[in-house]
T-cell receptor, first 117, second 113 residues
Framework: DAGVIQSPRHEVTEMGQEVTLRCKPISGHDYLFWYRQTMMRGLELLIYFNNNVPIDDSGMPEDRFSAKMPNASFSTLKIQPSEPRDSAVYFC???????????????FGPGTRLLVL | QKEVEQNSGPLSVPEGAIASLNCTYSDRGSQSFFWYRQYSGKSPELIMFIYSNGDKEDGRFTAQLNKASQYVSLLIRDSQPSDSATYLCAGLAGGTSYGKLTFGQGTILTVHP
């Protein structure tokens, strides 16, 4: 398996522009997570899906952020309009939960490094 | 107060020594705990998970869980320079939030030759 795939790997944009980050989870995984990591705030959960349905979006910072999962193999995180304070590394992770086994593990993608100027 | 707190670090140990990383958590509903390692510029990767009280050993790594004290630790024996990384402790929420990991802020470990 190729693991979790994210694109783009790097994104540089100007304030006010729309940014779309993409994620393909590991095949067969029914949970998908979007995280943001900064030096100041560490690794923060933004939103997660179970079977394509958003379960908890309490970490989404504001209405400028939105996430969708139209099918089991694709998810997007959109920022519109982007601001310099959105600059961070955004990780997508996927997992499948089977109690008491290794399959509780979340596998992270390589991340998208976003810089908003 | 963060739900998962790690000893702030950074932690520096000589090669061959034991590195001890500690974590406390506030959510008594948390079922399982995970230690992730993150090299600079890379994504987190799982090194250990534990869900029962006591110790769990995997090679040079030992995870310890004490649910009564709400305490999780990771010991790295015979530390190597390649162990230098940020170590993230995470708790898996129970109940209706099952599936959600809450991460600590991480501890930077440096193993010097």
């Amino acid at each position: 398996d190729a693991g979790v795939i994210q694109s783009p790997r790097h994104e540089v944009t100007e304030m006010g522009q729309e940014v779309t980050l993409r994620c393909k989870p590991i095949s067969g995984h029914d949970y998908l997570f979007w995280y943001r990591q900064t030096m100041m705030r560490g690794l923060e959960l933004l939103i997660y899906f179970n079977n394509n349905v958003p379960i908890d979006d309490s970490g989404m910072p504001e209405d400028r952020f939105s996430a969708k999962m139209p099918n089991a193999s694709f998810s997007t995180l959109k920022i519109q309009p982007s601001e310099p304070r959105d600059s961070a590394v955004y990780f997508c992770a996927s997992s499948t939960l089977a109690k008491r086994t290794l399959q509780e593990t979340q596998y992270f993608g390589p991340g998208t490094r976003l810089l908003v100027l | 107060q963060k739900e998962v707190e790690q000893n702030s670090g950074p932690l520096s140990v000589p090669e061959g020594a034991i590195a001890s990383l500690n974590c406390t958590y506030s959510d008594r509903g948390s079922q399982s705990f995970f230690w992730y390692r993150q090299y600079s510029g890379k994504s987190p990767e799982l090194i250990m998970f534990i869900y029962s009280n006591g110790d769990k050993e995997d090679g040079r790594f030992t995870a310890q869980l004490n649910k009564a004290s709400q305490y999780v630790s990771l010991l790295i024996r015979d530390s190597q320079p390649s162990d230098s990384a940020t170590y993230l402790c995470a708790g898996l929420a129970g109940g209706t939030s099952y599936g959600k990991l809450t991460f600590g802020q991480g501890t930077i470990l440096t193993v010097h030759p």
